[in-house]
C-alpha cells in the first residue's frame, strides 16, 4: 500500500524528470536550428540592407534585400545581374553606414541573431554587373549607350538619369575586363562610385569574381517594395562573346 508521502514524492520525481526532458528539446531544437541557419547564411541566402542611393531606382536606401549564393554556383553570372560583393579594396574608404533603425532594423537584429542576415552590410556594396571577363567596354557612342564588345546597350528600362538625360555615363572609359574579374556600375548612375571612379586606382575598378557574395533575388523591406528582383539580362541579349 503506498503511502500520501511516497506518491508525493513520485510524483515530485515524474515532475523533475519532465522539466528535465522539457529543458533538453529546448536546448536540441535550439542547437538544431542554429545549424540550421548557419547552413543557410554559408550556403543558401543572406539578408542584406541598402545603405545608399547608387541603385535607385532599382533598390532605395533602406531597402532589405536577400542574395541568392547558391544557385549561381551552377548557373554562375551574367551581363546585368545585380549583385553583393565584398569591397574589392578601398572602395568604401574606411566609411561606415548606421543600419536600418525602427522595424527594419529589429528584423536586422532578429535575422543576425540567427544568422541570415549580414551585421556587417556596411563592409559590401551592391552593383550591377556591366562586363564579364574578356568584355571590351566603351562609353559612350552616338546614342549615349555604352558599347560591350562593340555592340550597343539599351540600358533605360532600369538607368536612374537626370531629366531629359539618355547618356549612361558623364565619364568616358575604355576599358577590357581581366580575367577572372567584372565590371560593375549602380543604376543611378550620377550618384555611384563604381567601378568608372575606381578606374584609375590600384585594381583598375575592377571587382574579383571571388569577391562576390551573390546575386540580389528578393526585396523583402519594406513591404511596399517586397517581391523578387527582375533579371535585366534582356539590354546585353545582343552582346556578342568578346573577341578571342
Known amino acids: 500500500m503506498t503511502t500520501e508521502s511516497e506518491s508525493s514524492a513520485s510524483e515530485g520525481s515524474s515532475r523533475g524528470r519532465g522539466l528535465l526532458s522539457f529543458l533538453r528539446d529546448v536546448v536540441v531544437i535550439v542547437v538544431v ?9 554559408a550556403f543558401v541566402v543572406r539578408s542584406f540592407y541598402i545603405p545608399s542611393a547608387s541603385m535607385e531606382d532599382t ?64 563592409d559590401h556594396l551592391v552593383k550591377r554587373i556591366i562586363g564579364m571577363p574578356g568584355d571590351h567596354i566603351v562609353c559612350c557612342n552616338a546614342l549615349g549607350q555604352l558599347e560591350v564588345n562593340g555592340a550597343g546597350v539599351d540600358e533605360l528600362d532600369y538607368l536612374r538619369l537626370p531629366d531629359g538625360s ?32 575606381h578606374n584609375q586606382q590600384p585594381g583598375g575598378g575592377f571587382v574579383p569574381l571571388e569577391k562576390i557574395v551573390g546575386r540580389v533575388v528578393l526585396r523583402t523591406w519594406p513591404l511596399s517594395h517586397f517581391g523578387p528582383l527582375e533579371r535585366e539580362n534582356d539590354a546585353f541579349v545582343g552582346v556578342p562573346d568578346p573577341a578571342e
Open 166 to 197: 539618355t547618356l549612361a555615363s558623364t565619364d568616358d572609359f575604355d576599358v577590357t575586363v581581366p580575367e577572372g574579374s567584372i565590371w560593375v556600375m549602380g543604376d543611378n548612375r550620377n550618384r555611384s562610385q563604381d567601378s568608372r571612379y
Open 33 to 41: 536550428a542554429v545549424l540550421v541557419s548557419v547552413l543557410i547564411k
Open 59 to 122: 533598390l532605395m536606401t533602406g531597402d532589405r534585400i536577400l542574395v541568392d549564393e547558391l544557385t549561381v554556383d551552377w548557373s554562375g553570372y551574367s551581363r546585368g545581374d545585380v549583385v553583393v560583393f565584398e569591397d574589392p579594396g578601398g572602395w568604401l574608404g574606411g566609411a561606415t553606414v548606421d543600419g536600418p533603425g525602427g522595424i527594419a532594423g529589429a528584423i536586422d537584429w532578429a535575422l543576425t541573431a540567427v544568422g541570415i542576415s549580414a551585421s556587417d552590410s556596411e
